[in-house]
């Protein structure tokens, strides 16, 4: 059964600066820089952010490819640790300039629409270190100078920006469960650190809206949203997803779309004494500045339960997990390599909740993707990767979409989690998502089977879902 999608329809992929691009010719340090510097073994395989896919170097041939499997949007980052040369100034990097110049006007040259991103899980290390990194509201103020100057350097050729990516697991893994660098444990600091991301974006934005001076250029968020599901029906169960879908999904969505944070938000961190410092001046500026539009990121649902901890429990941190525990589902289907459930009907129920909760604000899916480990099994003596596996996950998502858009939610593109295998925060190069290989030794990159896929559905901005699909979900 055949499905066409919207006319322009982003058929793309997303990477972003400190993952692909290696860090030559890089003034300053991010976060991860650092923390390989310091800690190389927590990194798979001890492989770190250095040379990344070598896209400062190999740009014009990593774009080429991308052009040639029929991308016709593509989203990357400018990180700030490049394009700035001195932090506190502001100033720019005569070479970071060059690059980001040089590669906008190759995705354009190329036919690609270049989507920008602002931050990446890159802070300037030397802003943690100095400041406190985002507990801080100098770093903030920073940001927004960093964002004036990437508005006013490509504003010209830029329509689509977005402020942050996953703002969530910024304060997931710094300040909560220690995947990302500071690797803290604080319930308090981290309810700060997500006020203040969240006022950077709208400060961004504040600041768009002031020096931009395209007519075609749009502002928006890049949100891993990802459903929670109780466990059962059970009064506790249902509770548990309402507060995980309050502290996991609603802390940004809210405040960016609809300009507020829900007041049960507000009073549930009161009342627990981790309210953020705000102020009524700080709150009108959210207000004032939502998003033109979204990004979500999806790659599995969240299964939640009761808390298996009593709230009467004494000398325990402030954690989420107060208000619900993760769920293993019997039974659940599973991406076994990454450790993710599959759900693709998640996609769906994003679509609504979109439509019917946020004023049906226009989005698109921003990441989706399937990482596999020691992919090299699927090599045909071909030469190319046989992902079978990666164009089912593809359908099986793009089938739900679909449903949503044509029950009017206003999904306008699709991008797979990464146009060529990139490095990835702890994992390295252990899980690859790309429609394109890279050999990371030879920097050799090479068009999966998921690739020409891509190509075939771009062309026709069509997807012609196999009958076991619709078998599959026909009931559900
Ligand atoms: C998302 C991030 C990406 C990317 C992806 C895959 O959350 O936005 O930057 O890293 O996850 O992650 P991993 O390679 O660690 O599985």
């Not at 001195?86 to 040089?102: I, K």
């Not at 050999?439 to 076991?468: M, R, W």
Request: proline fraction near 5%; hydrophobic fraction near 35%; charge should be negative.
């Amino acid at each position: 059964m055949k499905k066409q999608f919207p006319e322009n329809f982003w058929w793309g992929a997303a990477t972003s600066g400190p993952q692909s691009e290696g860090r030559f010719n890089k003034k300053h340090a991010n976060v991860f820089d650092h923390w390989y510097e310091i800690e190389p073994e927590v990194f798979y395989k001890g492989v770190g952010p250095d040379t990344a896919s070598n896209f400062y170097n190999s740009f014009k041939e990593d774009i080429k490819l991308m052009k040639e499997i029929g991308l016709n949007s593509v989203r990357t980052s400018i990180q700030w640790s490049r394009l700035i040369d001195d932090l506190e100034a502001n100033t720019v990097d005569a070479d970071g300039l060059r690059f980001y110049n040089e590669v906008i006007d190759e995705f354009i040259k190329n036919g690609i629409r270049p989507v920008i991103n602002l931050h990446h899980f890159d802070l300037p290390v030397e802003l943690l270190h100095k400041y406190g990194g985002w507990e801080s509201k100098k770093v903030v103020e920073l940001f927004v100078g960093f964002c004036q100057r990437c508005f006013e350097a490509f504003g010209d050729r830029i329509e689509d920006w977005f402020t942050f990516n996953e703002p969530m697991v910024i304060v997931d893994g710094g300040y909560l469960y220690q995947f990302h660098y500071p690797k803290l444990v604080d319930g308090k600091k981290a309810m700060q650190v997500a006020y203040n991301v969240q006022l950077a974006s709208s400060k961004a934005i504040q600041k768009f809206r002031e020096v931009n001076t395209n007519p075609k250029s749009r502002i928006g968020i890049i949100l891993n949203l990802t459903p929670p599901y109780p466990a059962s029906d059970h009064p506790e169960d249902l509770l548990a997803s309402h507060h995980a879908n309050l502290l996991s999904n609603r802390l940004f969505m809210d405040p960016s779309t609809l300009g507020e944070y829900p007041s049960e938000l507000f009073q549930l961190l009161d009342k627990d004494g981790v309210l953020f410092e705000h102020t009524a001046e700080e709150l009108k500026i959210i207000k004032e500045n939502t998003v033109d539009y979204l990004g979500v990121n999806f790659y599995h649902p969240h299964r939640v339960q009761r808390p298996s901890l009593s709230s009467d429990s004494l000398a325990v941190d402030w954690m989420p997990g107060k208000y619900f525990d993760h769920y293993e589902m019997p039974g659940r289907r599973m991406n076994v390599d990454k450790g993710w459930e599959i759900h693709p009907k998640a996609l769906y129920d994003i679509a609504l909740n979109i439509r019917d909760n946020y004023g049906n604000i226009e989005w698109f899916v921003s990441e989706n993707g399937m990482g596999v480990s020691r992919e090299e099994r699927w090599l045909g003596t071909d030469g190319m990767i046989h992902d079978d596996y990666r164009i089912q996950f593809m359908q099986e998502h793009l089938y739900w979409l679909e449903r949503g858009i044509e029950e009017g939610s206003k999904c306008f593109g699709y991008h797979l989690w990464t146009p060529i295998d990139c490095w990835s925060w702890m994992n390295a190069y252990r899980n690859r998502y790309g429609f394109i290989s890279n050999n990371i030794h030879t920097q050799v990159k090479t068009i999966k089977k998921s690739g020409h896929y891509i190509k075939g559905v771009a062309a026709e901005n069509a997807v012609d879902f196999p009958d076991f699909i619709i078998e599959k979900f026909k009931q559900a």
